[in-house]
């Protein structure tokens, strides 16, 4: 029994030896794996680190210029708004005030047609008094020509011949 022991004990070394030779190629297999894997993860944070600085100068130098010109234009357009807004209200205001002067117009013409009406009868009597003062007094008339205005005396009839 010693010898099958021994044999059992001879075959458990073996396959030991086997087993950590073995164990040994899949360590340097997954010691290539776990290099190569770190040197694409570098690689890949080499890119990576690349593309974040591409990003912050393209942020530095297109981007935030951009941005602060739309913010200044943003203003302008609303200051710009604001002063359209402001010369609409003073437009409505001088229409108003043209509406009024419209209308006040309007009345003046209104009142001015009057006035030249009542100037033009005031002159049309004015100058019927200057001529009747201007005119020459009526002459009287004696009875025998207020007669003779009344009755007119025949005129002769020429006798046929």
């Known amino acids: 029994m010693d010898e099958a022991i021994k044999i059992g004990i001879l075959i458990l070394l073996v396959a030991t030896i086997i087993v950590l030779v073995k164990l040994f190629q899949v360590l340097r297999k997954a010691e290539g794996v776990i290099d190569t894997t770190r040197q694409d993860l570098n690689k890949t944070l080499t ?51 043209v509406e009024g002067l419209i209308d006040t117009a309007k009345l003046v013409a209104a009142g001015t047609s009057a006035v030249k009406g009542v100037v033009g009868n005031i002159r ?38």
């Not at 951009?66 to 002063?83: F, G, P, Y």
């Not at 359209?84 to 437009?91: H, N, R, W, Y």
């Not at 025998?144 to 005396?153: C, D, G, V, Y």
């Open 124 to 161: 049309s009597l004015l100058s019927r008094k200057t001529r009747s003062r201007n005119a020459p007094a009526p002459v009287p008339i004696s009875e025998e020509e207020a007669t003779t205005a009344n009755n007119p005396k025949p005129k002769a009839v020429k006798a046929k011949q």
């Open 47 to 97: 890119e990576l680190n690349g593309v974040a600085q591409s990003t912050q100068k393209l942020m530095n130098d297109e981007l935030t210029p951009t941005l602060q010109v739309a913010r200044q234009t943003l203003e302008n357009v609303q200051v710009t708004t604001k002063a359209l807004a402001e010369v609409t209200q003073s437009t409505q205001r001088v229409a108003q005030k």
